[in-house]
């Protein structure tokens, strides 16, 4: 009963609170409830569920989505790698170190956070499609690995200027090495930031769907967000198994979720992250 | 480097070099409506014809392996072609449309197939036409609609295409309307007794038509827009045509030349009718149709709250033979006549919407990888009458127009349809250019839902038209002196 | 070696160009852990972007056309009906969107650190991150059925009240596209921009906020004089995200609307997409991007301005 010791006091917020979280989850509901529907089902209520329920969709549906998830699993895990590796390297050296041509440098990184993603869309096609990148899944990971980089160059670059000095100064003193210093002080002490980053690009990268709509086009490389929407209407509509391949495909990243969340909340509730 | 590790080496590359070169070839064949699917709740028994045709095709050739392309057909087809073609990964085999295939083969995407359909088809058996000439195999009244202005024939078109109204009868009996054909290819026998119908449904309450007229799924409108069109420059549309050719869809070549040479504007007396009529037309289109997708279109229909649906009819047959909870028939659009408007006096017909649009082309891919004969025995066995009156006897999707073969009974209501002349403006991208058709579906949805006046709407028709032939005769450099 | 440079900000003066050459060498092996990050940045950014400048003075079809056009695309775009649509939607989305992607935040978030519970607390941010697992596109069809005219939820809804006259084809009547499409994902609790500002609250000391009450300050008088100016940088960061993602990101246009009725809920990034990939106008697409990014560029710009003003 300890979840109910401060209601007393907690009552007001509580109640803002149940409001927000209600209508952020009724359509979560919904897509349960439709992924267990035939069509004519679907077409008599939505709203509500139906008996009975169809938990063959989840077998179709799976069939459907599988190949799509593993693709988004590998292309969001290497730019995820990528992306953490480069960012808290190119981070660490901007935060810890004076060099020439530093502010230009950063700024090479930072000024392209005002460049729009879309003025490249086109260039950057012809790009791909020069290397021979089209239709290859090293087309998807590293325009995403190189779009990820800049804003985790920001985030962590933040993160390492925030921490102490005195910290580093101490293990100089103890004659350690720049690189040891990195992987054996910064990086463990950035971990909350690095799941920052490595969940912020995994949202981007699985939630993309104009990159790969434009690069990808043969099935078997689809990552999911593109083979959900493509194949959602071959010559008809199935909408239960279309909701039950989503569902399956937030499993992934509800799994993720549960092992990486604490990481991520206290890397961005740090408070070091602001403008 | 040791001797022996260098050996080693060599001999390892050279066992992938050869397990490389014995690897099979591929076909990539996208079959489009024909596509097998997985059994669903909803739909337990897909066809599975196409699949055993092509197992048996590979038993029969160790060395070839067809992989099934299937088409994103909902957001962004458009983005999917310029994708493949541009990352030169089209499939092999492709489903195409005649007057597309015009407009795209300017960019070499496809293989001509003159030298190969004069060839025998090993595939059709003796006696059946086509065995000594592949050609034979279908009616020359195909090949001369399909034929490229530069000669050259790129596709093999097997199927009919034709689109219908289909129809509720219970819904139409309740509410005392006739369900009898007027003219054996549609209930009413002009457009205005088909508008009066629709009035009367629609002030007893009811949506009368479902169709989308999404800009991404635009085909219901575009089909409208090219009867009508038609309908309305009947008088003047020989003029437009080459010299010496017979009634036919309008290539895009003969559709920018009437800009050019001022047959045809918007500023035409003839275009400002063809505004009305669409505009005294659009009031019956369901709630939303601008954003509606055909699925939530065809919902509306099944489900019995709106009593016709605009859909292509080969298709979707099978679908609302499987959910149709009522009586249903499949009508066609009626003649718009003189009592519509003056321009179309001399009109006794309606006009045909599809066609011979459903062919097979093979892609300049065939002939990049050297694959063009293995790709072109494989459409010869697949479109040979054996084999094809399999694939559309299991899924009775298009009717076939190969000589020999018999129509699927359910789709036997259509072929009336297939008799009628066909429009000669066809969807608005392949008339002019696919910004064309882009910007034209948007001003017309600007005016149906108010936010420009029709002077607005010609004005800005005009410059586009205009505009929109100049360059894709520009590009062509055609000289339009015909 | 390192550590030499580290000294370098004691200096504080500033190198002369001979001994510039001398630092570079001894940092090179700060250059050298830069170069990977910096070589896919010029490759696959920079370069992008300078071609797209490049190439917005041509007529191209990605392909062999390529002619050099001068002005031409600027010129068409100015009188582009799609274009000038499409940059007044996005003001309206984007003025609308920024304000309620930061206010319900910082609204929720401020409901939270006034809970005495802790575990309340914890289960409240874990419940407000968690819809981050759903696709944006599953989102983007649910609203699709929220706003569909014949059994959408909303028109139902109401019905139910006694105000079916109300209801209406939402995504296909002119007048409201463009706010169905502001009001998907309602009440807007982006994940990112959530904890940023639950972060900036959480660090604001105890002490504070009880003097502050020992003052007699209520609630609201709290968020005013102290909850708002400690967090400042975590809101305009905040609305700087939504304002960076929303410029880019057309899929909920394109999967919703596609842009319609007419240039309704067109925006300057779908029709860039347009251009380029339905109607192989690479140039023209080009262009596009490039009145874009000058426009971002000056609202920065006097963004900072403004700030610096203001300090």
């Not at chain 2, 590979?58 to 067809?66: C, G």
């Not at chain 2, 209501?413 to 297939?418: D, I, N, S, V």
């Not at chain 3, 009906?81 to 910082?106: G, H, K, M």
Request: with cysteine.
């Amino acid at each position: 009963m300890r979840l109910f010791k401060n209601l007393k006091h907690d009552w007001p917020f509580q109640i803002g609170l149940l409001f927000f979280g209600i209508i952020t989850f009724y359509p979560l509901i919904l897509v349960l409830i439709t992924s267990v529907k035939t069509n004519t089902q679907f077409y008599q209520q939505f709203w509500l569920p139906t008996l009975p329920f169809h938990l063959s969709n989840y077998v179709v549906a799976f069939e459907r989505v599988y190949r799509f998830i593993l693709n988004s699993l590998f292309y969001s895990g290497t730019v995820i790698v990528g992306v953490a590796v480069l960012s808290s390297i190119c981070g660490f050296v901007f935060a810890r170190y004076q060099f020439p041509a530093k502010r230009f440098l950063f700024l090479l990184f930072i000024s392209l956070i005002m460049v729009p993603g879309v003025l490249t869309l086109a260039p950057k096609f012809i790009l791909i499609r020069d290397l021979k990148m089209l239709n290859q899944p090293l087309g998807l990971i590293i325009p995403w690995l190189s779009a990820g980089l800049v804003l985790s160059t920001w985030l962590m670059r933040s993160y390492f200027e925030s921490l102490s000095q005195d910290l580093f100064d101490a293990a100089y003193i103890d004659g350690a090495s720049d690189p040891q210093i990195f992987l054996w002080l910064a990086i463990p002490l950035a971990r909350p930031m690095l799941a920052t980053v490595a969940i912020t690009s995994l949202i981007a990268t699985w939630n993309d769907l104009i990159w790969p709509l434009v690069t990808i086009s043969d099935r078997k490389w689809m990552p999911l967000a593109q083979g959900l929407v493509q194949f959602s209407s071959s010559f008809e509509t199935d909408w239960g198994p279309l909701f039950a391949g989503y569902v399956i495909a937030s499993v992934p990243l509800l799994i993720i979720f549960v092992f990486a969340m604490k990481q991520f909340i206290s890397g961005l509730t740090s408070g070091a992250v602001k403008a | 480097m040791k001797p022996i590790r260098l050996f080693a080496l060599l001999g390892i590359s050279l066992f992938y070099f050869l397990a490389y070169s014995q690897e099979k070839t591929t076909i990539y064949f996208a079959p489009g409506v024909y596509l097998p699917t997985t059994p669903t709740e909803t739909n337990p028994n897909p066809p599975t014809a196409l699949t055993s045709l092509i197992e048996e095709y590979e038993a029969a050739h160790p060395d070839i392996n067809i992989e099934l392309v299937e088409i994103p057909e909902s957001v962004s087809s458009d983005t999917w072609r310029v994708t493949v073609f541009q990352g030169e990964n089209e499939p092999h085999i492709l489903p195409n449309n005649y007057i597309r295939v015009w407009q795209e083969s300017i960019n070499d995407w496809y293989m001509p197939l003159n030298t190969y359909i004069t060839q025998p088809n090993p595939y059709i058996p003796e006696g059946t036409p086509g065995h000594e000439k592949w050609q034979d195999s279908i009616p020359e009244v195909v090949w001369n609609t399909t034929v490229d202005s530069n000669g050259n024939q790129y596709l093999v078109t097997v199927d009919a295409v034709a689109v219908g109204l289909f129809f509720n009868k219970d819904f139409l009996e309740k509410e005392g309307l006739s369900t009898d054909f007027s003219i054996p290819t549609s209930l009413w026998s002009d457009w205005a007794s088909m508008i009066k119908d629709m009035e009367s449904l629609s002030s007893a309450g009811y949506e009368p038509l479902a169709l989308s007229m999404s800009t991404a799924t635009p085909f219901n409108y575009n089909w409208i827009d090219g009867v009508t069109l038609t309908s309305v420059y009947r008088d003047s549309i020989e003029q437009m045509f080459k010299p010496d050719s017979a009634w036919h869809a309008m290539s895009q070549e003969e559709g920018a030349c009437a800009i050019q040479n001022q047959l045809m504007s918007a500023k035409d007396p003839q275009f400002s009718d063809f505004i009305d009529i669409l505009s005294a037309f659009e009031p019956y289109w369901i709630e939303g149709y601008p954003s509606a997708t055909p699925d939530e279109a065809y919902r509306l229909f099944i489900s019995g709250e709106v009593p016709f649906l605009l859909a292509n009819a080969a298709v979707d047959m099978a679908r609302v033979l499987r959910d149709a909870e009522f009586n249903f028939g499949v009508s066609y659009f009626p003649p718009i006549t003189g009592s519509t408007s003056q321009y179309a006096s001399n009109v006794d017909t309606s006009y045909l919407v599809g066609g011979f649009t459903a062919g097979y082309t093979v892609s300049e891919r065939a002939e990049r990888e050297g694959v063009s004969d293995q790709v072109v025995d494989f459409l010869m066995y697949l479109t040979a009458q054996p084999q094809w009156s399999k694939v559309v006897t299991d899924a009775p999707r298009a009717v076939p127009t190969l000589l020999g073969l018999d129509v699927p009974p359910a789709l036997e209501p259509l072929t009336a349809f297939l008799d009628l002349p066909i429009r000669a403006f066809k969807d608005p991208d392949p008339r002019l250019t696919k910004r064309y058709g882009e910007e034209h579906r948007r001003l017309m949805q600007e005016f149906f839902t108010g936010q420009i006046t029709k002077e607005q709407l010609l004005d800005n028709e005009d410059r586009l038209m205009q505009r929109e032939a100049a360059k894709v005769i520009a590009e062509n450099s055609w000289t339009c002196d015909f | 070696m390192l550590k030499q440079s580290g000294h370098a900000k004691e200096l504080g003066s500033r190198p002369r160009k001979a001994n510039f050459i001398v630092q570079v060498l001894q940092n090179r092996y700060i250059y050298l852990a830069l170069a990977p990050g910096l070589a896919l940045l010029l490759l696959f950014e920079w370069y992008p972007a300078i071609s797209a400048f490049y190439n917005s003075f041509f007529l191209w079809n990605g392909g062999k056309l390529h002619s050099f056009v001068g002005w031409e695309n600027y010129r068409y775009l100015m009188q582009d009906r799609a274009f000038i649509a499409s940059l007044r939607n996005l003001t309206i989305f984007l003025v609308f969107r920024i304000i309620f992607q930061t206010l319900f935040p910082f609204l929720a978030a401020e409901l939270i650190v006034n809970l005495k519970s802790e575990r309340w607390t914890n289960w409240w941010k874990v419940i407000f991150v968690f819809p981050m697992v759903v696709p944006n596109i599953l989102m983007y069809l649910i609203w699709r059925f929220i706003y569909n005219p014949q059994v959408g939820v909303l028109n139902k809804t109401l019905e139910l009240f006694g105000l079916g006259d109300l209801g209406r084809a939402w995504l296909s009547d002119p007048v409201t596209a463009l706010w169905a499409l502001s009001f998907v994902r309602f009440p807007w609790l982006p994940t990112l921009q959530f904890l940023i500002i639950l972060g900036g609250l959480q660090a604001i000391s105890k002490e504070v906020i009880e003097s502050a009450k020992l003052d007699g300050a209520n609630w609201f008088a709290r968020i005013r004089f102290i909850d708002l100016p400690m967090v400042r940088g975590q809101l305009i960061l905040s609305m700087l995200l939504t304002a960076i993602f929303l410029t880019q990101r057309f899929d909920l246009f394109l999967v919703l609307t596609d842009g319609g009725p007419g240039y309704s809920t067109m925006v300057p990034a779908l029709h860039l997409y347009q251009s380029a990939f339905n109607f192989l106008e690479f140039g023209y697409a080009s262009a596009i991007g490039v009145i874009m990014f000058i426009i971002m560029l000056a609202l920065t710009v006097l963004n900072l301005r403004l700030r610096k003003g203001d300090l």
